[in-house]
C-alpha cells in the first residue's frame, strides 16, 4: 500500500491476555519505529529497526513487551500479560534509511484497550 | 545522546493572529529537523522539515519554521492562524552524526485557535 498500515486499529483485550500488534511499513523503507502514546500525551519511544542491524530495545519499558521484523518488513510488537497500563495508542512510522528524504511516516495506530 | 524539548504544553491562540509554538534541540553535529501534527483521534502528518540551506523552512498547509543554529531552536509559525489548525504539534529531530536513524520527538504542544 501507499501508506503504513496497522492493524488491528482497535482492540481491547482483558488483563493477563497477550495480544500482538501488526505493522506493514512502506515498501523500501529500512527504518521502522514503535513509539506508544497515551491519551492526549507525548510520544513514547519503544522499539527502533534499521534494516539488518540489531534492533534499539531501549524504550520497551518491560519484558513483557517484545517486537519482531520478519524479513526487513512487516513488524509484531507483542505484550505478553497485558496489564491496565498497557492501555494506549501504539503508534508505527517507517522512514528510508538514508538521503535526504528522511522523514519518518506514520500509521494510523493501534488503540489497545485493558480490561 | 539527542533529546527535544517543547517548553509549552499549551499554546492559545486568536484566529487571524500569528502563532509560535517552540522547540529547542540537542543533538551532535548537525541535525535534521521535523514537525509533525496530530489531530484528534488521528496518527501523526508530516508538516515540514530542515535538512540543510535556507534557515526558513516552508511546509503545509500555510506552517514556517525558523532553524537557529546558535539557539539550536526549530520554532513552529505561522502568519495567521485557523481554528482548523487546532491539534497537537511535535518536534522531532535526528543526527546524521550517529550512523543510526533514530527519531527523537518532544513531549507536544497543544495548539488552541479560538475564533
Known amino acids: 500500500g501507499a501508506g503504513v498500515s496497522q492493524s488491528p486499529s482497535n482492540k481491547v483485550t482483558e488483563k493477563g491476555k497477550d495480544v500482538e500488534l501488526r505493522c506493514d511499513p512502506i515498501s523500501g523503507h529500512t527504518a521502522l519505529y514503535w513509539y506508544r502514546q497515551s491519551l492526549g500525551q507525548g510520544l513514547e519511544f519503544l522499539i527502533y529497526f534499521q534494516g539488518n542491524s540489531a534492533p534499539d530495545k531501549s524504550g520497551l519499558p518491560s519484558d513483557r513487551f517484545s517486537a519482531e521484523r520478519t524479513g526487513g518488513s512487516v513488524s509484531t510488537l507483542t505484550i505478553q500479560r497485558t496489564q491496565q497500563e498497557d492501555s494506549a495508542v501504539y503508534l508505527c512510522?517507517?522512514?528510508?534509511?538514508?538521503?535526504?528524504?528522511?522523514?519518518?511516516?506514520f500509521g494510523q495506530g493501534t488503540r489497545l484497550t485493558v480490561v | 545522546a539527542q533529546s527535544v524539548a517543547q517548553p509549552e504544553d499549551q499554546v492559545n491562540v486568536a484566529e487571524g493572529n500569528p502563532l509560535t509554538v517552540k522547540c529547542t534541540y540537542s543533538?551532535?553535529?548537525?541535525?535534521?529537523l521535523f514537525w509533525y501534527v496530530q489531530y484528534p483521534n488521528r496518527g501523526l502528518q508530516f508538516l515540514l522539515k530542515?535538512?540543510?540551506?535556507?534557515?526558513l523552512v516552508k511546509g503545509s498547509y500555510g506552517f514556517e519554521a525558523e532553524f537557529n543554529k546558535s539557539q539550536t531552536s526549530f520554532h513552529l509559525k505561522k502568519p495567521s492562524a485557523l481554528v482548523s489548525d487546532s491539534a497537537l504539534y511535535f518536534c522531532a529531530v535526528r543526527s546524521l552524526y550517529n550512523a543510526g536513524n533514530m527519531l527523537t520527538f518532544g513531549g507536544g504542544t497543544r495548539l488552541m485557535v479560538k475564533p
Open positions: 530542515y535538512i540543510t540551506g535556507d534557515n
Open positions: 543533538v551532535s553535529g548537525n541535525p535534521y
Open positions: 512510522a517507517s522512514s528510508l534509511a538514508s538521503g535526504r528524504n528522511t522523514e519518518a511516516f
